[in-house]
């Protein structure tokens, strides 16, 4: 699939976002940091880290996709419509029973889950600034694809384990993001597709019957 932009549009709808939303960046990576401290220091199962989560996918499809990525890719306002609907499906899980617990454990869930969730915030932007990607001609946290490695990383960590449906929409993205990445030459986020394909690979292993079930 052939993007309908070039790279010097691209870096240069990234300027136009930071500048215009300034200092909206750092907000989003506190709101990313009070996420992990509602997940992982509550004791009891808690809604807050879906709903935080929340606000993030519903920031990404209306002020990114509807309102600057739009202007160069039509394609724009369907993305918007999938992220607003992401959005949603966090609101409505965290209000669902049972409650989740989000928890450090030491299995491949818990392991790779927190190793997202420091590549999205800390690992990603470094490794686009090695690159050649610097501010304001970047993608920041709260943009699409470090965003969605977060999200990945997010949900690993809840227990039971969320339904499949709740990465679906962020596996789609990674299908649109790595197409652009490789016509772009946006390496960082090449991160994107194998955070989805390892994410989705624990989730099919967590949604598996227990043996005794299959031999039912």
Same mark, same amino acid.
């Given at each position: 699939?052939?993007?309908?932009?070039?790279?010097?549009?691209?870096?240069?709808?990234?300027?136009?976002?930071?500048?215009?939303?300034?200092?909206?960046?750092?907000?989003?990576?506190?709101?990313?940091?009070?996420?992990?401290?509602?997940? @992982?220091?509550?004791?009891?199962?808690?809604?807050?880290?879906? @709903?935080?989560?929340?606000?993030?996918?519903?920031?990404?499809? =209306? %002020?990114? !996709?509807?309102?600057?990525?739009?202007? =160069?890719?039509?394609?724009?306002?369907?993305?918007?419509?999938?992220?607003?609907?992401?959005?949603?499906?966090?609101?409505?899980?965290?209000?669902?029973?049972? %409650?989740? !617990?989000?928890?450090?454990?030491?299995?491949?869930?818990?392991?790779?889950?927190?190793?997202?969730?420091?590549?999205?915030?800390?690992?990603?932007?470094?490794?686009?600034?090695?690159?050649? #990607?610097?501010?304001?001609?970047?993608?920041?946290?709260?943009?699409?694809?470090?965003?969605? %490695?977060?999200?990945?990383?997010?949900?690993?960590?809840?227990?039971?384990?969320?339904?499949?449906?709740?990465?679906?929409?962020?596996?789609?993205?990674?299908?649109?993001?790595?197409?652009?990445?490789?016509?772009?030459?946006?390496?960082?986020?090449?991160?994107?597709?194998?955070?989805?394909?390892? $994410?989705? $690979?624990?989730?099919?292993?967590? #949604?598996?019957?227990? $043996?005794?079930?299959?031999?039912?």
């Amino acid at each position: 699939m052939r993007i309908p932009f070039t790279i010097d549009e691209f870096l240069d709808l990234f300027r136009k976002y930071n500048e215009v939303v300034w200092p909206a960046q750092w907000i989003l990576v506190l709101l990313a940091a009070a996420t992990v401290v509602a997940a @992982l220091r509550m004791r009891r199962p808690t809604r807050i880290p879906l @709903l935080l989560l929340s606000v993030l996918w519903l920031w990404m499809g =209306i %002020v990114y !996709h509807f309102v600057f990525f739009r202007s =160069i890719n039509p394609a724009a306002a369907l993305f918007g419509a999938l992220f607003v609907m992401q959005a949603g499906l966090l609101v409505w899980l965290a209000s669902r029973k049972p %409650v989740r !617990h989000f928890t450090l454990r030491r299995d491949s869930a818990g392991v790779l889950g927190v190793s997202m969730i420091v590549f999205a915030l800390i690992i990603y932007p470094l490794l686009g600034w090695l690159l050649g #990607h610097r501010y304001p001609y970047a993608p920041t946290f709260g943009l699409p694809c470090p965003t969605t %490695v977060f999200t990945f990383g997010l949900l690993l960590l809840a227990r039971p384990a969320l339904p499949r449906s709740a990465f679906i929409i962020p596996v789609l993205w990674s299908v649109v993001a790595t197409s652009a990445a490789l016509q772009l030459g946006m390496m960082e986020d090449l991160s994107l597709p194998v955070a989805a394909i390892i $994410a989705s $690979a624990v989730v099919l292993q967590l #949604h598996r019957p227990v $043996a005794w079930l299959r031999r039912a």
